[in-house]
């Protein structure tokens, strides 16, 4: 299939597209390569994961860009990962996160259905799931109580998709990650964050005093399941992609340090604004529906990527 991957310079994008390219796809990436962080990190993973791979400098919010790319290539899917990420800092920049997430996935629906593209395979979050849903998550719930600007957007775009099929017969597969980690992650990002403090000395902030619980999913299970979803059409879906065994704060802290080799200095804080205690990825439906099963236990992925981080920042 010839497929467009956007976001495709991200920590998840840049892994998904060049898993597409060894499954035989044609792949085109589009990512704006946006300075929300370092850029440099988006250029390497350009360089190891797309180098034989088309990669077009666009940004989905702007028509000509996708204009331009849709006429010039007929797709027959796309793969949607582009998006501003971050539960955080859509406190300090909401409109950012309306202005990509939203209106970005818009006006790639529209670029799709006037260039005759009728199928997404698309990221979403498990920060959809808001407050007040019991654990595990579960795809049925209403997800209508999202806590920040962040999920609202990424379950607007769910909303989105579900109109486009209606209007359009676009079919649309939404896969809603629980806290990916793995190589060549988001420096923004819990582990990433921890891992480049605690080699300086520094203190690391843990929330709510450890008691928080995150269903980490390491990168190569999700782009397995990525891959599966692009596999099966599946008409309008919102899948989970989780590992369905979360762990706390205080042992994610600990098995870094482990891997690291580092004891590291923490600041003890309560919780924060916009977070939720926990996430835990019911992920039967994945399995049924696409054959998923995470393979990557917590030790052994937090292990490959404390050798990933060592060697790219040259630890
Ligand atoms: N990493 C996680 O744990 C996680 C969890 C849940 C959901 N997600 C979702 O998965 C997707 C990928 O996340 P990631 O962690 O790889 O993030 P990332 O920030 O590394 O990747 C997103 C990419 O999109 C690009 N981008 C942003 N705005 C754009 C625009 N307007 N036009 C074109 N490109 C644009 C960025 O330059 C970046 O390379 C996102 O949709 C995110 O919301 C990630």
Redesign the pocket.
């Known amino acids: 299939m010839k497929i467009l991957v956007?976001?495709?310079?991200?920590?998840?994008?840049?892994?998904v597209a060049s898993r597409l390219v060894s499954c035989g796809h044609d792949v085109v990436v589009?990512?704006?390569?946006?300075q929300?962080?370092d850029?440099a990190?988006?250029r390497a993973?350009q360089k190891a994961f797309l180098p034989d791979i088309e990669v077009v400098e666009?940004?989905?919010?702007?028509a000509d860009?996708t204009e331009t790319l849709f006429a010039a290539h007929q797709f027959d899917l796309v793969c949607?990962?582009?998006?501003?990420?971050?539960v955080r800092y859509s406190v300090e920049a909401p409109e950012v996160y309306v202005?990509?997430?939203v209106l970005?996935t818009q006006m790639l629906f529209e670029a799709m259905q006037q260039h005759g593209v009728t199928r997404m395979v698309?990221?979403?979050?498990?920060?959809a799931y808001g407050m007040s849903v019991k654990v595990p998550f579960v795809e049925s719930s209403a997800a209508d109580r999202p806590v920040s600007v962040?999920a609202a957007t990424?379950r607007a775009a769910e909303l989105l998709a579900h109109s486009y099929f209606q209007q359009y017969d676009i079919e649309t597969t939404s896969?809603?990650?629980?806290?990916?980690?793995g190589p060549w992650?988001?420096p923004?990002?819990a582990m990433l964050k921890f891992a480049q403090k605690m080699v300086a000395g520094e203190a690391i902030d843990i929330y709510n005093h450890g008691d928080l619980r995150r269903d980490f999913?390491y990168i190569d299970d999700?782009v397995d399941g990525f891959v599966k979803a692009v596999e099966k059409p599946l008409g309008y879906e919102i899948v989970n992609l989780g590992c369905g065994k979360p762990v706390t704060l205080t042992q994610f802290v600990s098995e870094l340090e482990d891997a690291l080799g580092v004891t590291a200095k923490k600041n003890m804080l309560p919780m924060q604004q916009g977070d939720v205690y926990e996430t835990y990825a019911d992920i039967q439906k994945a399995k049924e529906l696409l054959g998923f099963v995470p393979q990557t236990n917590f030790t052994k992925g937090v292990e490959t990527f404390a050798k990933w981080f060592v060697d790219y920042y040259n630890v």
């Open positions: 956007t976001g495709g310079a991200g920590f998840i994008g840049s892994a589009l990512d704006n390569f946006n929300y962080y850029v990190l988006k993973r666009g940004d989905i919010t702007n860009d949607h990962l582009a998006a501003q990420a971050g202005q990509t997430n970005g698309y990221a979403s979050t498990s920060s962040y990424k896969l809603r990650f629980f806290t990916v980690y992650s988001r923004d990002m999913t999700i």
